[in-house]
C-alpha cells in the first residue's frame, strides 16, 4: 500500500431502484484510474456507505477490487460499534483490499480513551495498512495530534492520517511530533493546496468523480512546486471544491456527476436530490466550469 497522490472517495452509484449499480461502478472506477488516480477509497462518507447493509457493503467492495487490477483499494471502515467495525475490517481484508481508513464510531462521541480502543480494535483486526480519517466537523470526535502520535507509537500497521479538520496547521503540528512517521493525506477539496504546502502527500477528494484528470494535474502542480500553474487550476476549480464542504455534499458532487455525464443524481433516503434554488446553483456553477475549462481535461466517459 502506497499512501501517495489523489485517491478518489468515490460515490455508491444507484440504479432508479436504489440498489447498487455494480456495473456502473465498474465503468466509473475504471475512468478514474485511467484518469491517473493512485488509490481508490470505498465506503466512505461520499459513498453512503451509512445507507449500505453489511452484504452491499462486502459486495461493493469485491467489486471495487475486482474492477481496479493492481490500483490499491481502500475500505473505509465505519459502524455504530467497535464490533461491527472490526467484522468490515476483516471482510476488507478477505475481499482484497490494500488497507482500511478508519473512522470514529457514528452517533458517539466518546472520550479519548474510549476512541483509543475503539480504533485500535481496528487497527488490529487485519494486518492492512491503515488510515486514520479525522474529521471532527462532521463526526464531532477531533483526533489531537498528540493523540496521533500515541496511536503512531502503538500500531505498526497505522500509516496515515486523513486530516479533515479543515484547519492545514493540522499537518504541521503532527509533523511537528513525529516527522514523517505517517503519511498525511488532506481530506477536504478546498484546502489541497494549502495542505501539500504544509507538508501532506496524498488527498482523497470528492470532485475527481467528476474531473479526475484535473484533480491529478493540480495535486502534480502542487506537490511538484508549480506555484502559478497551481493557482490558475485552483482558481477554476474552487467553485467545485467548495461543494465537498457543506452538509449537502454528496448530494451536490453527485450532482456535478450527472450534470457532466459522469454519474447520476440518486442518493438513498433520508438524503433527497436538490432541487430549486440548490439545483439552479449547482447547474451554473458547473456552466461556469465547464465553459472555462483548463488545458488539462479528463477523457470522454465510457458510454455503456
Not at 122 to 151: H, K, R
Not at 175 to 202: C, M, Q, S, T, Y
Request: charged fraction near 20%.
Amino acid at each position: 500500500m502506497k499512501w501517495y497522490g489523489v485517491m478518489p472517495a468515490i460515490t455508491t452509484s444507484f440504479k432508479p431502484d436504489l440498489s447498487v449499480d455494480e456495473a456502473f461502478l465498474t465503468r466509473h472506477l475504471q475512468w478514474l484510474i485511467t484518469n491517473g488516480c493512485n488509490g481508490i477509497v470505498a465506503l466512505g462518507s461520499l459513498g453512503e456507505a451509512a445507507t449500505l447493509s453489511a452484504e452491499e457493503k462486502q459486495a461493493v467492495l469485491r467489486c471495487v477490487v475486482a474492477a481496479s487490477g493492481p490500483t490499491p483499494v481502500v475500505a473505509a471502515i465505519s459502524a455504530l460499534s467497535t464490533a461491527q467495525a472490526v467484522t468490515l475490517a476483516k471482510d476488507a481484508e478477505q475481499a482484497g483490499c490494500s488497507g482500511l481508513m478508519v473512522l470514529p464510531p457514528y452517533v458517539y462521541r466518546g472520550d479519548w480513551r474510549e476512541m483509543k480502543a475503539h480504533i485500535a480494535a481496528i487497527f488490529a483486526a487485519t494486518p492492512l495498512s491503515c488510515m486514520l480519517y479525522n474529521n471532527p466537523v462532521s463526526y464531532g470526535t477531533d483526533f489531537l495530534p498528540e493523540q496521533i502520535a500515541e496511536l503512531a507509537m502503538d500500531h505498526q500497521n497505522f500509516a496515515a492520517v486523513k486530516e479533515s479538520s479543515t484547519d492545514v496547521r493540522r499537518v504541521t503540528a503532527i509533523r511537528a511530533l513525529i516527522g514523517d512517521r505517517l503519511k498525511i493525506f488532506v481530506g477536504v477539496d478546498d484546502a489541497i493546496v494549502e495542505g501539500i504546502a504544509a507538508g501532506a502527500v496524498g488527498w482523497v477528494a470528492g470532485l475527481v468523480n467528476a474531473f479526475p484528470a484535473e484533480s491529478v494535474a493540480l495535486f502534480q502542480a502542487a506537490i511538484q512546486g508549480r506555484r502559478e500553474e497551481a493557482f490558475e487550476l485552483y482558481r477554476w476549480f474552487l467553485p467545485l471544491l467548495r461543494m465537498d464542504t457543506v452538509p449537502k455534499f454528496i448530494q451536490l458532487i453527485k450532482q456535478v456527476q450527472q450534470e457532466t455525464g459522469t454519474g447520476n443524481a440518486r442518493v438513498r433516503p433520508p438524503r433527497l436530490e436538490v432541487i430549486g434554488a440548490e439545483l439552479e446553483e449547482v447547474r451554473a456553477v458547473v456552466q461556469q466550469a465547464l465553459a472555462h475549462r483548463p488545458s488539462v481535461q479528463s477523457t470522454p466517459f465510457p458510454a455503456t
